[in-house]
């Protein structure tokens, strides 16, 4: 139905920056509400960042308000996910997940997502 490919992870400095692109496949891709969650070793996945199904509404995690700006190019099959002044505690596999449900809800828990990437290493050094 849909298939998502994260890229753009790497290492880089505390303070730095990333763009994370989600490639996404299979299916019409502007119907889908798109989140970007992330899991550091030995915990939980955890919400970062979601965008509806036009690019209209954002929502973001109280961690990186300010620092990641989730957006997307309906043209293009693709959401982004910019990540400035990054921390070490942003170091995590970073996930992508399409949601095929009400064009009324954008999911924030990953639970309620309906397809995954395979994730991204990002890796922040201080």
């Known amino acids: 139905q849909v298939q998502l490919v994260e890229s753009g992870g790497g290492l880089v400095q505390a303070g730095g920056s990333l763009r994370l692109s989600c490639a996404a496949s299979?299916?019409?891709?502007?119907?889908?509400?798109m989140g970007w969650f992330r899991q550091a070793p030995g915990k939980e996945r955890e919400f970062v960042a979601t965008?509806?199904?036009?690019?209209?509404?954002?929502y973001y995690a109280d961690s990186v308000k300010g620092r990641f700006t989730i957006s997307r190019d309906n043209a293009k099959n693709t959401v982004y996910l910019q990540m400035n002044s990054l921390k070490p505690e942003d170091t995590a596999v970073y996930y992508c997940?399409?949601?095929?449900?009400?064009?009324?809800?954008?999911?924030?828990?990953?639970?309620?997502?309906?397809?995954w990437g395979q994730g991204t290493q990002v890796t922040v050094s201080s």
């Open positions: 997940a399409a949601y095929s449900g009400s064009l009324y809800y954008t999911p924030r828990l990953h639970r309620e997502y309906d397809y």
């Open positions: 965008i509806n199904w036009s690019g209209s509404r954002t």
């Open positions: 299979g299916r019409t891709f502007s119907s889908h509400a």
